[in-house]
């Protein structure tokens, strides 16, 4: 069966440093587009960052721009966040998603990790 799991979260202060991990199992991964989203407490659920499938293109959030780097490893299915200068407004759930548009389709969730900037 599909599984993403998200790893790498935790409590950080401002300034600080994370990375996140998501590994993948029972799907393609290698021609999925795989995407970060976050989600604040009240707040809607927000795109962070994409990768296409073969890593050759990303886009940001103009909120992270210059702070945050995705970045995927084909041959062990596991997409990152490297997320740098964090600040307290980055206080979020964050999911990682994997997502094929053209056929066959696949639209697949991880579970979370809490990621929490504050002094």
């Known amino acids: 069966q599909v599984q993403l799991v998200e790893s790498g979260g935790g409590l950080v202060q401002p300034g600080g440093s994370l990375r996140l991990s998501c590994a993948t199992s029972g799907f393609t991964f290698s021609s999925y587009v795989m995407r970060w989203y976050r989600q604040a407490p009240g707040k809607e659920r927000e795109l962070v960052a994409f990768i296409t499938s073969g890593g050759g293109t990303t886009s940001y959030a103009d909120s992270v721009k210059g702070r945050f780097t995705i970045s995927r490893d084909n041959a062990k299915n596991t997409v990152y966040l490297q997320m740098n200068s964090l600040k307290p407004e980055d206080t979020a759930v964050y999911y990682c998603?994997?997502?094929?548009?053209?056929?066959?389709?696949?639209?697949?969730w991880g579970q979370g990790t809490q990621v929490t900037v504050s002094s």
């Open positions: 998603n994997a997502y094929r548009p053209w056929y066959p389709t696949g639209d697949y």
